[in-house]
């Protein structure tokens, strides 16, 4: 039986990084990845691999497209494929550079390092704004429902797409908002978590409410703030069982539909953004059969 990579539904870890790979020209990447279950354990790395990939192994893969370009209402959503992700999660950062030059080095006879972000947790699953992150997440059976591939057949059930992006905040512009107007942003109190009844229809809580579509729009998200020497932010990480529900969410953002731009837009932006699909476990190893 398959199962999801443990990292998927575990608890958010206390640091993580962020690796993305592009494919080396002229290489064939298929035995370079069929030696990653020897050492990706789904756990202290969650993998993903993205379409660039599929294509090169030339495998029939159905749901798994390129991040699109979306442009609408003045926000810009950009598109930075990569080929292959790589989730650390862990506690301490002296190990998770080694085993970051132990990715490199066993995937550099097909892949090269695009980019590399360090993320944290930051008090009790807060953004850098100072606001709860996650709070409508899924939990437990209800989670597993909406991250994880069932019912599809060998090599697919227990897998899960998840949709990356790397968010740039303007902290200074933010702060020079007034309590009211950060908490009409979100749609929520920041000293208490509690919707606000009276929230602007651009508020984040009422253009993301998973919830008020139909289907509903579920996905598990496991974002963490990340920081380097000049700028910070947040590293949206959604999983789903398809990329279905994220794009519905994405584009309500946007206002595509109604012209109603969420308010985050007022203090953040994405700089980057893809799409993996996240391979199966079988018998706790990771199940690659299906791009055979």
Known sequence: MNTPQPGILDEIPLIARYISFSLLP???????????????DGASCVVGIGAPLTTELGAHFDGLPLFPNLVANGISIPSTQSALWCWLRGHDRGDMIHQTLQLENRLSAAFEIDDI??????????????YEDGTENPVGD????????????PGMDGSSFVAVQRWVHDLTHFQSFTQDQQDNIFGRRKSDNEELEDAPESAHVKRTAQESFDPE??????????????????????????????????RQMMGINDGIKDGLFR???????????CPPMKDGILDLSILK
């Open 26 to 40: 002229d290489t064939n990447p298929q035995h370079t990845i069929q030696e990653l279950p020897g050492f990706i």
């Open 117 to 130: 972000v360090d993320a944290f947790q930051y008090g009790e699953s807060r953004d850098l704004s100072g």
């Open 142 to 153: 209800e989670a597993a429902d909406a991250a994880i591939v069932q019912h599809a057949g």
């Open 217 to 250: 729009a579920f996905i598990v998200r496991r974002s963490m703030p990340w920081c380097d020497a000049n700028e910070e932010g947040l590293m949206f990480v959604a999983f789903g069982h398809s990329f279905d529900a994220f794009e519905t969410l994405l």
């Open 267 to 277: 203090f953040t932006r994405p700089v980057s953004g893809a799409y993996y699909w």
